[in-house]
T-cell receptor
C-alpha cells in the first residue's frame, strides 16, 4: 500500500483562525479523500479531492469552510477555515491504492484542537 | 436509521478467546465491506474486506457476510492483548470508494 504522510500531526489553534493540512503520498494515486473523526465518533467523509478541478463535497460540508487543493496526483491540502471549538477533530487523508485489488488506506492523521 | 450500525461495546474478552463483532447496514445494494482496526491515537488500518456471502478467513480473522440479512461480522480467534483496539465496520454503497463507517466497537483483551 502507499505511504501517506500528513502534516502537521497535531495542532492547537485559536478560534477564528485557519489551518492547512498537507497530505503527501509516495506514489501517484487517482482517488484521494478527506475524512473527519470527531471525538468519540466514527469517520465522516468531507470531500473527494479531484486533481486539477474543484473538490466534490459531501452533504453538510462546504468549500468556504473546507477549501481543498490537489495540484497533482501525489499531494493535497485541506484547510479548516474560521475555526471554532466544534472543528476539534482528527482529520484524515485517504487514498485508493493496493495495485490490482485496490482498497482505501489512511494517512497518519492530524489531531486538531480549537480553543 | 444509520447507514452502518455496530455494537458500541466495549467488548471485553479473555486472552485466547474468540471476539465476535457485529455490523448491520441499511443499503441493500451495497457490495463491498471492510473492517478497519484503530488503535488509540492512531489512524484506521485495513484488516479485512469481503464482497461475497459466506466466510473469508485471514490468519486469526474471519469476516462473515450475509447480504440477505444485511449483516457482516468479524471474528478474532485466539485473541491477544495486541488486538485491543476499536474495530470499524465500513461499507462501500456505490462502489466509488466513498466508505460509510460505523461508530466502532472497542475491544479489550484481558491477559
Amino acid at each position: 500500500s502507499a505511504v501517506i504522510s500528513q502534516k502537521p500531526s497535531r495542532d492547537i489553534c485559536q478560534r477564528g483562525t485557519s489551518l492547512t493540512i498537507q497530505c503527501q503520498v509516495d506514489s501517484q494515486v487517482t482517488m484521494m479523500f478527506w475524512y473527519r473523526q470527531q471525538p468519540g465518533q466514527s469517520l465522516t467523509l468531507i470531500a473527494t479531492a479531484n486533481q486539477g478541478s474543484e473538490a466534490t463535497y459531501e452533504s453538510g460540508f462546504v468549500i468556504d469552510k473546507f477549501p481543498i487543493s490537489r495540484p497533482n496526483l501525489t499531494f493535497s491540502t485541506l484547510t479548516v477555515s474560521n475555526m471554532s471549538p466544534e472543528d476539534s477533530s482528527i482529520y484524515l487523508c485517504s487514498v485508493v491504492g493496493g495495485g490490482t485489488n485496490e482498497k482505501l488506506f489512511f494517512g497518519s492523521g492530524t489531531q486538531l484542537s480549537v480553543l | 436509521q444509520k447507514e452502518v450500525e455496530q455494537n458500541s461495546g466495549p467488548l471485553s474478552v479473555p486472552e485466547g478467546a474468540i471476539a465476535s463483532l457485529n455490523c448491520t447496514y441499511s443499503d441493500r445494494g451495497s457490495q463491498s465491506f471492510f473492517w478497519y482496526r484503530q488503535y488509540s491515537g492512531k489512524s484506521p488500518e485495513l484488516i479485512m474486506f469481503i464482497y461475497s456471502n459466506g466466510d473469508k478467513e485471514d490468519g486469526r480473522f474471519t469476516a462473515q457476510l450475509n447480504k440477505a440479512s444485511q449483516y457482516v461480522s468479524l471474528l478474532i480467534r485466539d485473541s491477544q492483548p495486541s488486538d485491543s483496539a476499536t474495530y470499524l465496520c465500513a461499507v462501500d454503497r456505490n462502489e466509488d470508494y466513498k466508505l460509510s463507517f460505523g461508530a466502532g466497537t472497542t475491544v479489550t483483551v484481558r491477559a
